[in-house]
């Protein structure tokens, strides 16, 4: 999508699998693991976005590009082969850093809803190597998520 946007900055991830446009949702990374393999799904919303209660959503066109689906998927298949290939080759470091270098500034204050309904607020810190996010609440002691549901507050 970099090609897409000229505007590459205003580009940011939402932990654990958004990427937002300004604070708007644009697409959402789904991954799932079978035995040894990882199945990967990317919705990205193209040409019309959802109107939804709870977030702000957005599509590509909404946004002033003019790519179709077809040029999109081409684009999204050659950066995955990319950072596959990075990932074999060098290990997780880089694409957890690429992340890091993408992601809401350190700072950001969140709230987390973990998958047993609890809610956690804080600010974030990091991430950490294995790919969990380091949520610093207000009494200075940090929380490490491994999944649940994040909201920019």
């Not at 689906?69 to 997780?92: I, M, N, P, T």
Request: charge should be negative.
């Amino acid at each position: 999508m970099r090609a897409v946007l000229a505007d590459a900055g205003a580009l940011r991830i939402k932990w654990p699998n958004d990427l937002l446009l300004g604070r708007a949702k644009l697409s959402g990374i789904l991954l799932e693991r079978v035995d040894e393999w990882v199945v990967i799904g990317f919705g990205v919303n193209v040409t019309h976005h959802p109107d939804l209660a709870d977030r702000a959503t957005t599509s590509l066109h909404a946004a002033g590009a003019t790519i179709d689906a077809a040029a999109l998927q081409g684009e999204l298949a050659a950066a995955l082969s990319h950072w596959h290939a990075r990932w074999r080759e060098e290990g997780l470091a880089p694409v957890a850093e690429r992340w890091r270098e993408r992601a809401h500034s350190p700072g950001t204050e969140l709230r987390a809803r973990l998958p047993d309904g609890s809610e956690w607020h804080g600010r974030y810190e990091t991430l950490e190597p294995g790919g969990a996010l380091v949520l610093r609440l207000a009494d200075g002691s940090a929380r490490v998520m491994h999944a649940g549901d994040i909201f920019l507050l």
